[in-house]
């Protein structure tokens, strides 16, 4: 197999593809393979259609079974999930859609012609006593939230997969993510995201975590890269079959304030933490990961100054469209 397919004969689904991490995957994916390749799916239809979609339950196995089938389905990104800050709202919820959904996949890995999989683990796994600083890939893990350990229990589940039944499944334990493009989805590290918008709407913000609690931070474009560049590695080169640790930047809330403000003197802030601050505490303020890059070249590319500047562009873009539309 070669190290970069620039093409796939087969079809690829990507469920949960309306998500933060799914919307800018699954167009990434369409544009490097032909969007009739990239068979997106969700619990709810989309604004617009870009290619190929069904409407999925991922806790629906035969119906998931059904998708594999009719489409011909040789890959799986499977991102469904409830995150961090619902999931303690809502905890038994998400275990069973956590938990219930990566089985159903893994089962039909097994079961079914489907050659690859991936899900997507996160610096949630972490715990209270775990190295806060230059996190190793392996160390005590012990989550304090349903969210870190369904990620936990799946990173098991994976490798027992791989390990009793040759599933290749691949995972990335991914940073706090920012993207221009959809919405904030729950997560602890989500204001990293909501703070953009406020900035370009001219809007003053109130932080939900203290200003100098510093987590690992990635701009989409470098999850989207690394996630497609894990799944294109050769077999043989995977060493890691629970989740991959992944760095970017690590920055506080005061940091990416300041970083604004380069931009938006006006822009103001105000720190107000919530019980997303006692998640937030128990995570790494760093990722060691040294691993990735030995094992499929991992390479950052984006620092929160280059992050900050095109944020704020695209999102002006953005608002600047939507008020034309209107």
């Known amino acids: 197999m070669n190290k970069d397919q620039t093409h796939?004969?087969?079809?690829?689904?990507?469920?949960?593809?309306?998500?933060?991490?799914?919307?800018?995957?699954?167009?990434?994916?369409?544009?490097?393979?032909?969007?009739?390749?990239?068979?997106?799916?969700?619990?709810?239809?989309?604004?617009?259609?870009?290619?190929?979609?069904?409407?999925?339950?991922?806790?629906?196995?035969?119906?998931?079974?059904?998708?594999?089938?009719?489409?011909?389905?040789?890959?799986?990104?499977h991102l469904a999930a409830i995150l961090s800050a619902k999931g303690e709202q809502h905890p038994q919820l998400a275990w069973e859609i956590n938990m219930k959904g990566l089985l159903n996949i893994l089962d039909i890995a097994r079961e079914y012609p489907v050659e690859k999989v991936f899900w997507p683990s996160s610096i949630a796994v972490f715990g209270p006593n775990s190295p806060k600083v230059h996190t190793p890939q392996y160390c005590v893990t012990d989550p304090t939230t349903v969210y870190g350990i369904s990620k936990l229990a799946g990173e098991r589940w994976c490798e027992y997969y791989f390990e009793k039944y040759g599933v290749d499944v691949r995972s990335i334990r991914y940073p706090g993510l920012i993207s221009?493009?959809?919405?904030?989805?729950?997560?602890?590290?989500?204001?990293?995201?909501?703070?953009?918008?406020?900035?370009?709407?001219?809007?003053?913000y109130t932080g939900f975590l203290s200003e100098e609690t510093a987590l690992p931070m990635m701009y989409m474009p470098d999850a989207i890269r690394a996630t497609i560049e894990l799944m294109r590695a050769p077999a043989e080169n995977i060493q890691i079959r629970s989740s991959y640790n992944l760095a970017g930047m690590s920055f506080s809330p005061a940091e990416v304030y300041a970083s604004i403000r380069h931009h938006v003197p006006s822009f103001q802030v105000d720190f107000e933490p919530d019980f997303r601050q006692q998640i937030a505490d128990s995570w790494p303020s760093s990722i060691d990961d040294s691993q990735a890059t030995k094992d499929w070249g991992w390479e950052m590319a984006y620092g929160l100054e280059q992050m900050t500047i095109e944020m704020l562009a695209r999102l002006r873009e953005k608002y600047m469209l939507e008020t034309v539309s209107r």
């Not at 904030?184 to 001219?202: E, S």
């Open 8 to 77: 796939i004969p087969h079809n690829i689904l990507v469920i949960g593809a309306l998500g933060q991490i799914g919307s800018d995957l699954t167009a990434a994916l369409r544009a490097r393979f032909g969007k009739n390749h990239i068979v997106a799916a969700d619990i709810r239809e989309p604004v617009q259609k870009e290619g190929p979609f069904v409407l999925l339950d991922v806790t629906d196995k035969e119906a998931i079974i059904d998708v594999v089938q009719q489409h011909a389905i040789k890959e799986i990104y």
């Open 180 to 204: 221009y493009k959809g919405a904030p989805g729950g997560g602890t590290t989500d204001y990293a995201v909501d703070i953009y918008h406020h900035a370009v709407k001219g809007e003053a």
